[in-house]
């Protein structure tokens, strides 16, 4: 019989660099000693979200390719979805929050990043598009370093893409909910995360388009220590409100309740 521990159970806190059995984490995966939330999955934030067994992810639409023939852009691929089990920095699909249904888009910044490629784009106007057609309101949960470096110009046209879709959604009109998390940057930001009727955002998230150190190197200017916070983003009226991860779910389920969006039979 070993009396070796298990493997895995160790992580270090990416804020205060202090190593966290995964029993410290706790259900909401906050770091006990700086209470620096951690990155979440795109399973662990729709568990946290959506009503128990609600959850019916979309068909998988479209698989990316190295279309540029980037050198190491294929392994990197197949290492990103050996490590989380996805086959893309999206997840999406039909759910209910306290009983409301909704069209659920998650973002995974475990998948390089989160970011924004072909198939990331065409897998969001999928489920725009269903939401549209069915009337269901859509939350957009946005986790992303912005767009795909090695998909160059077709990464950045996505941005675009998922604009026209929402336009399309607007004019229905279907409520849309953009929860921002750590981190939203980049050409995500800069194109639909804010592009929503409700624009939350997770206590200590990174918001913003290029980091604090690029700024600062073509503009040298001296920044405040709360640059590109949550709550600086509240404080300058850039976003609704600013949810603890605790209360996320409650507050999603309140602000659906205020739209009392029924939608047609997210079935069939």
């Not at 990155?39 to 019916?56: G, H, M, N, P």
């Not at 999928?126 to 990464?155: C, D, F, H, N, W």
């Not at 991860?245 to 047609?264: N, T």
């Amino acid at each position: 019989m070993s009396h070796y521990p298990a493997t895995g159970q160790w992580t270090t806190c990416r804020v205060c660099g202090r190593h966290v059995h995964a029993r410290q984490w706790g259900t909401w995966r906050q770091c006990p000693y700086c209470q620096a939330w951690q990155r979440l999955t795109a399973k662990q934030r729709i568990d946290q979200l959506v009503d128990a067994d609600s959850f019916e992810p979309l068909p998988v639409v479209a698989r990316s390719q190295n279309q540029l023939a980037f050198p190491g852009y294929a392994t990197k691929l197949a290492q990103a979805t050996e490590k989380t089990g996805l086959t893309e920095a999206v997840v999406a699909g039909w759910a209910t929050i306290q009983t409301w249904p909704v069209m659920l888009i998650v973002m995974d910044s475990h998948f390089m990043m989160g970011t924004l490629n072909t198939t990331v784009s065409r897998r969001i106007m999928a489920a725009l598009k269903q939401a549209r057609q069915r009337q269901v309101p859509v939350i957009m949960v946005t986790a992303s370093g912005g767009a795909r470096m090695q998909e160059g110009i077709y990464a950045l046209v996505g941005m675009n893409l998922i604009l026209a879709e929402m336009a399309r959604l607007a004019a229905v009109p279907v409520p849309v909910i953009s929860v921002l998390t750590d981190p939203t940057m980049g050409g995500v930001s800069a194109s639909f995360a804010f592009k929503a009727d409700v624009v939350l955002a997770e206590a200590g998230a990174k918001i913003g388009f290029a980091g604090p150190r690029v700024i600062q190197q073509t503009m040298p200017v001296d920044l405040p220590a709360d640059f590109q916070s949550a709550a600086s983003l509240y404080e300058n009226g850039a976003v609704d409100a600013v949810i603890a991860r605790p209360e996320l779910r409650d507050q999603l389920g309140d602000i659906l309740a205020s739209y009392r969006f029924q939608g047609v039979s997210t079935h069939g």
